[in-house]
């Protein structure tokens, strides 16, 4: 869970750096790092059949009918149409094979035909992904460049007003709910202020820019629709800034803590005895050592970040992944939560891996664990 | 009674002072509560006032008394919830890392797996398949969160287990059982317990973020994440969603004052810097 499960990854990572200290290998075969990244994928790819198997075991747990979800009431009368349709689905085989069908059929790019909107639940992925990636990697940016800048400046200023300030305020980000915080700041400032364009990802009346990326701000940008930008980039700043405060609070936290622990090194001290310049010292020797833990945290931040926008998007009508993920649990639409849970979980997959290849690159150490 | 130098500082006195507030209002609420949370007798709708200082809501229920009773529901669940992920994860992540091997590898990966989804979507998932309860919310709640726990705890064990008292213990005959609860368990309660503290504010958001989805607790029920979903429906008037998430705030807020504060006190590194400003 959210700021929590932090300790643990760095208390796991901790042994493992100190054997690879030990014993650095050298000679032949793929450097240590290509070795390090081919692991890295195998894993991923591992843990991504693990996934496909949870979300399948969790869908077959719901007490829920298929068949009679997906007929009519006259065909439910028919033995034959009954079975037919059964063993057209797969569903009259035992359930390992049922799996293995469901794998082949994910390999294959089908995901199934969603119960509720009646089309392939690919096609319905593919148009909210891209909303919901526009809208949670505007939020990670948000979090990481204000999160990092204040852990930073909190550490620097450590024991002052500002360090005090800043920890109660990283405290309130990770209290809000964040549905009541997004309730509240659409009231606010678009009920009340009318400051702030409403629900949606552009103007109502607006024409959704050219499809080249999905991301309403990229499309219209390449097609020079710049009113259409205007209008996105309105639509995308509150409910962003919504989702963030609770990454910024945490990465704040996690910064200031990361940055304190580095400075009381002895090759800080050192470089700070050699006379080498403030900003020097905090961009070349504490930031890119404090960049590891703050990295595993931006990585965790971007997990809550997802588990958010179902608060978020609902709110804010933004027809993204977490609505469609709310709409298809609440009615129990099987293919398209299995759909959801797939992508959400290769998406966190992808991005425990840019973490762990960050890690590789950044601390050299770690490649050779 | 003099409080320990840790504690004797704003933030942890703010949140003991809230922390314990709640509680009260949770044990008191029929005696503080000037109304029936579910009675609906008030006027519809009406703003804050004389008679219904938070208002009412769009049944002419008084929304000061179901905040007051929703504290009923919202704070022993969670604090249950959390102490059932306690236990669960603990005691998982205990054997996971006391008996190393396949235990370590199953528990793990399990774990891992939990991990690879996003809270709020995975617990969205098991809450819907197993119906709309809040007894079924808070079990979807657990789900998600032993993991963290179970990882904690076993990397505690392991850096405890090969520890000298523990392998002695092992040497004089006690049993696996024995050796985890006399020696393991006393050496790392410390750290788990800022975890949980830490971890009641999550609980709780997830608790009633799930009841606003409308996952969790039914109406009529006055549990705070619902109260907030049902001031959705009437936007214009502001305090049917305003309190019950104030209360909530409040709350969250209060445990993770407290929990920042254990953590800084029971943490050795920043534990002697509060000693060191203190002399």
């Known amino acids: 869970m959210s700021p929590t499960s932090v300790p643990s990854k760095n208390s796991e990572a901790a042994p493992k750096r100190e054997s690879a200290g030990a014993a650095p290998r050298r000679g032949g075969g793929p450097s240590p790092l290509v070795r390090f990244l081919v692991r890295r994928v195998l894993t991923a790819l591992l843990l991504a059949v693990g996934i496909t198997l949870v979300t399948f075991v ?70 909210a992904v891209p909303a919901t990636l526009e809208l949670a990697g505007t939020a990670i940016l948000i979090s990481l460049v204000a999160g990092v800048a204040f852990g930073v400046i909190a550490a620097l200023r450590r024991d002052r007003l500002s360090d005090h300030v800043l920890r109660v305020l990283s405290l309130v980000g990770i209290s809000v709910p964040t549905f009541w915080l997004a309730l ?16 949606g990802r552009i103007d109502p009346g607006m024409s959704a820019p050219p499809h080249v990326t999905g991301l309403y ?90 588990s958010g926008t179902v608060l978020v998007e609902a709110i ?30 290769a998406v966190y997959l992808v991005i425990n891996l840019i973490v762990d290849v960050l890690y590789g690159v950044i601390d050299p150490r770690v490649r050779l664990t | 009674m003099k409080l320990p130098q840790a504690w004797r500082q704003p933030l ?64 022993p669940l969670t604090l249950l919830l959390v102490a059932l992920s306690v236990l669960v994860g603990g005691l998982l992540g205990a054997c996971a890392g006391y008996f190393g091997k396949w235990a370590d590898e199953t528990i793990m990966r399990f774990a891992d797996l939990v991990f690879a989804f996003p809270t709020v979507i995975l617990a969205m998932v098991v809450a819907a398949a197993l119906g709309a309860s809040l007894a079924n919310a808070v079990l979807a709640v657990l789900v998600v969160a032993w993991p963290a726990y179970a990882r904690v705890t076993r990397g505690l064990v392991l850096g405890v287990r090969e520890r000298e008292f523990v392998i002695s213990g092992r040497l004089l005959g006690f049993s696996a059982w024995r050796s985890l609860r006399v020696d393991v368990l006393p050496n790392i309660t410390g750290p788990i317990l800022v975890l949980a503290t830490l971890d009641i504010g999550t609980a709780l958001l997830l608790l009633s973020g799930l009841s606003f989805l409308g996952l969790g607790a039914k109406p009529p029920s006055p549990e705070w994440g619902a109260m907030v979903a049902s001031g959705v429906e009437v936007f214009d008037s502001w305090w049917v969603a305003t309190f019950p998430g104030l209360a909530i ?31």
Request: hydrophobic content about 50%; aromatic content about 8%.
């Open chain 1, 58 to 127: 969790l869908t077959n747990l719901v007490p829920g009918d298929p068949v009679a979800a997906n007929l009519g009431q006259r065909a439910l009368g028919d033995p034959a149409i009954v079975a037919q349709w059964k063993a057209e689905h797969g569903l009259d085989k035992p359930l390992p094979q049922q799996y293995l069908l469901h794998l082949q059929g994910v390999l294959q790019g089908d995901l199934g035909t969603s119960q509720q909107s009646h089309r392939p639940v690919l096609d319905d992925l593919a148009e």
């Open chain 1, 184 to 199: 509240t700041t659409f009231y606010i400032f678009f009920y009340r202020l009318q400051i702030t364009p409403g629900s």
């Open chain 1, 217 to 306: 701000t990229v499309d219209s940008a390449l097609a020079g629709q710049w009113d259409v930008f205007a209008s996105a980039v309105g639509h995308l700043a509150t409910p962003a800034l919504v989702l963030a405060l609770y990454t910024i609070g945490l990465l704040t936290r996690f910064t200031r803590s990361a940055v304190l622990e580095v400075m009381g090194q002895d090759y800080v001290r050192a470089a700070r005895a050699k006379g080498l310049p403030g900003r020097v010292i905090l961009f070349r020797y504490v930031l890119r050592s404090a960049l590891v833990p703050i990295i595993t945290v931006a990585g965790l931040a971007f997990g809550s970040l997802l």
């Open chain 1, 316 to 345: 804010f009508a933004w027809p993204g992944v977490g609505q469609y993920a709310f709409k298809s649990a609440t009615t129990l639409d099987l293919p398209a939560v299995m759909g959801v849970g797939l992508v959400i979980g």
């Open chain 2, 12 to 75: 942890a006195i703010v949140g003991g002072v809230v922390a314990v507030a709640w509680l009260v209002i949770a044990v008191a609420a029929p005696l503080l509560a000037p109304h029936d949370p579910l009675a609906q007798d008030l006027p519809r709708l009406a703003p804050p006032g004389p008679g219904h200082w938070f208002g009412t809501d769009q049944l002419g229920r008084d929304i000061l008394s179901r905040v007051m009773y929703g504290a009923r529901l919202s704070i």
């Open chain 2, 249 to 279: 705030l409040t709350v969250v807020l209060a445990f993770n004052f407290l929990g920042d504060t254990l953590r800084d006190a029971l943490d050795p590194r920043t534990a002697r810097a509060i000693k060191e400003r203190a002399l």
